[in-house]
């Protein structure tokens, strides 16, 4: 999978949202059912792009993960997963110059409750506790895809 995120609009003197930054991504994943069990491994790598900010060029560190978890299938409706995502952010250089201390090591472990709604609607839930210093404390995420 390749993804890329770009600055659209007029930013003026409004603070951006997401990174702040046009990156280039791109992921590499494994599945392996071994059934009621699914592991799933994923590779993933960002390279940030550099940008001009304020008269300076900023080029904010490039980012390596990896996501490692496994689903168990709890009845034919209902899923628990357990994963744990590692992210290693590289320095940030303002006009060639590293910034000191913003490169990161942000770790994450994941628990959620997958279940299907109707034939077409699953809801997830998850749920991640930080363990490294640059990790969020908590997160907690909602999706609902729906198959048209």
Do not use: C, W
């Amino acid at each position: 999978m390749a993804t890329s995120t770009a600055s659209t609009g007029d930013r003026g003197d409004h603070d951006r949202l997401g990174s702040g930054s046009d990156s280039i991504q791109a992921a590499l994943t494994a599945v392996k059912s071994q059934d009621p069990l699914v592991f799933v491994g994923s590779l993933s790598y960002a390279a940030n792009l550099e940008d001009k900010e304020a008269g300076r060029t900023v080029d904010p560190g490039n980012q390596v993960g990896v996501n490692l978890s496994s689903i168990l299938a709890v009845s034919p409706e209902t899923s628990l997963g357990f994963g744990v995502e590692l992210s290693f952010s590289n320095e940030t250089d303002v006009d060639g110059q590293e910034i000191a201390g913003s490169d990161g090591l942000s770790g994450v472990l994941e628990l959620g409750l997958g279940t299907v709604l109707t034939p077409s609607t699953l809801l997830s839930i998850t749920a991640g506790m930080g363990f490294t210093e640059d990790a969020p404390d908590f997160r907690l995420g909602f999706s609902l895809p729906i198959r048209f």
